[in-house]
């Protein structure tokens, strides 16, 4: 059992990492019709690895809980690693699209790189699709039409494709909430 300071510094550490995405995504909504706030998608993706998978390393969760601020906020990699360190940057960099390419490219590239992330990536990335596909149902995301939902469900299928080797009990989840998903708009 790791000892009090021991606890009492992961915990400082995670909650270091929720406050600064809490900051840099302030200001930002999900697409869902009450447009809640972006922040709970990034906890909900570190609150999957650990209870459902299990996960309990500190860099990951930490990265779990940021993985979207390079990409959607306006934080550089060298912020990131000012506050987090190496690794924790280097995860979220891993992590993060191109935005300056067009959306289809960086979808692909999604697919194409999954299978080659580091393990700490693809458990984030399972995470991820599981609270992106999750949320899909037949009145959320407001305004998306059923096609794009039904593509949306076979390109994150695709994702996760190659990245189930790295947790069995989070690609199990994924398959039970992609199906739960695809029933609710048929």
Request: with cysteine; glycine share 4%; hydrophobic share 35%.
């Amino acid at each position: 059992m790791p000892s009090s300071d021991t606890t009492k510094e992961i915990s400082s550490l995670l909650l270091a990492a929720l406050k600064f995405a809490a900051y840099k995504h302030r200001r930002q909504r999900r697409k869902d019709l009450e447009a809640s706030p972006y922040i709970n998608h990034p906890i909900e993706v570190a609150e999957a690895l650990s209870r459902i998978g299990g996960i309990t390393d500190l860099l990951t969760l930490q990265a779990a809980i940021l993985h979207d601020t390079i990409e959607d906020t306006e934080t550089s990699p060298q912020e990131l690693e000012d506050y987090f360190g190496q690794e924790v940057c280097l995860l979220v960099q891993e992590l993060t699209d191109d935005k300056n390419l067009p959306k289809q490219e960086r979808k692909r590239l999604q697919v194409e790189h999954a299978p080659n992330l580091s393990t700490r990536a693809k458990l984030i990335k399972l995470g991820d699709k599981i609270c992106n596909v999750g949320e899909i149902t037949a009145t959320e995301p407001a305004e998306w039409p059923l096609q794009r939902k039904l593509e949306y469900l076979d390109w994150a299928e695709r994702v996760v494709s190659g990245c189930r080797d790295c947790n069995l009990e989070l690609a199990k989840h994924f398959d039970a909430v992609l199906k739960k998903s695809r029933e609710s708009l048929v």
